[in-house]
């Protein structure tokens, strides 16, 4: 489980250095968390960091907020099937490829680290006459997803790095065929407010449950809800805060399903949506559970990062990399997605007399494995190494 050896000229390497950051969406998720991380790490080492994604949206206004240079891209529609079809999305790509190389060019950019394969083919037109190194950063895990399997050829020929959140990630590009040398192993952190000692939200009394995320049905929040009806028995006052916002405007709906949901087992004053929040601190301060019901598609899931580095009891579904978070019964509660039955007897034991104790071994474990400082030293490294060598994809 460890990240891969650090060159020795990392931060040297970085001063005056420019880096891309290419999102596809104008929404804030795990992988647009670890954008924005990487360009705050490239501004403290002395670089200048510019992150491209649509405009109008929570991503945009994040990386404003945190000082960074915005510059705007299309964005895809986010509809079933559009990411892996490439014809449909040729539009956006064509029009996102001339404007990245554009600003590439006036930029004088070094590396262009995109957070997608689509965002890397966008990118790969600006790449070469720049003189910039692509870097995907690989968000996703096993079984390949279409996207990949489309482009595994290009990707293996264009990309000088792939950065892997977890071993399921490195396990991914192996499989397309990708040389060992070109593929690393970078741990998401937790941001640094997690690892301090934030003063929990005002909740009322409880126990309190909490999931935190994009809104959308691969999340499981219907098996939440459904685990929080099986564990009346046991805690009949326990509630259920639901922190996120919907990903791409066509899942109203699956917001409308989870309330009817809700009001049917009736949970309705016991469920409670959010919707996004600045203070997400405080409120997993608060919780006595943090959970990640996921049924697919996660692979180090920033949630979990978070959690633990507050020392916070966690259940989570056996998704991806999961497990190189939480140790089951050890740093937190693994159970099988889509399982409400088991889901619940699991919120049961993290509700009980071992959370503190799990809370205590999952801080440490946090604080060892996902710090803002390791994250930092071992990004800037695959950088600083693609920038002083001459190595090039086969």
């Known amino acids: ?105 006036d930029a004088r950019v070094d590396v262009i680290h995109a957070h997608h394969p689509i965002g890397a083919l966008q990118a790969a037109r600006a790449a070469g006459p720049a003189g910039a190194r692509l870097v995907l950063h690989v968000h996703e895990t096993l079984p390949a997803p279409r996207q990949y399997v ?21 396990e991914l590009i192996r499989g397309l065929g990708v040389e060992e040398e070109r593929i690393h192993l970078v741990y998401n952190a937790a941001e640094p407010v997690f690892f301090g000692r934030p003063q929990p939200a005002r909740l009322g009394p409880g126990p ?89 598609l996660e692979s180090l899931p920033t949630v979990l990062l978070e959690a633990t580095a507050l020392g916070r009891p966690c259940v989570a579904t056996s998704v991806g990399g999961v497990r190189e978070i939480i140790e089951d019964g050890t740093t937190g509660w693994i159970v099988p997605p889509e399982a409400p039955a088991a889901l619940a007897m699991a919120l049961d034991s993290a509700l009980g007399q071992r959370a503190a104790q799990i809370g205590r071994a999952a801080r440490s474990m946090a604080r060892a494995r996902f710090s803002p400082a390791r994250f930092e030293q071992n990004l800037l490294g695959v950088f600083g190494q693609l920038m002083v060598t001459d190595v090039a994809p086969a």
């Open 208 to 296: 309190h449950i909490g999931v935190f995320g994009v809104l959308e049905p691969r999340k499981g929040h219907a098996d939440l809800i459904q685990a929080l009806a099986r564990l009346s028995a046991t805690h009949r006052a326990a509630q259920l805060w639901i922190v996120g916002e919907l990903s791409y405007a066509q899942n109203d709906s699956y917001v409308a399903d989870l309330r009817a949901l809700a009001t049917s087992l009736g949970l309705t004053d016991r469920v409670h949506f959010l919707g996004r929040r600045s203070d997400i601190a405080e409120l997993m301060t608060a919780m006595d559970v943090v959970a990640l019901p996921s049924r697919r």
């Open 150 to 170: 489309a482009l595994q050829g290009w990707l293996r020929k264009r990309c000088d790095a792939f950065v892997c959140v977890s071993n399921e990630g490195r």
């Open 1 to 105: 489980m460890q990240s891969s050896p650090l060159p020795t000229t990392a931060g040297r390497s970085m001063q005056d250095r420019r880096v891309l950051e290419i999102c596809r969406v104008p929404f804030v998720g795990g992988a647009e968390r670890i954008s924005l991380d990487s360009a705050r790490a490239v501004s403290a080492a002395g670089g200048r960091a510019m992150v491209a994604c649509p405009p109008g949206g929570a991503l945009q206004a994040a990386v404003l907020d945190a000082g960074l240079e915005w510059r705007p891209i299309r964005g895809l529609s986010g509809r079933r099937g559009v990411i892996s079809d490439l014809a449909r999305s040729a539009w956006a790509t064509a029009a996102n490829s001339g404007a990245l190389a554009a600003l590439a060019a």
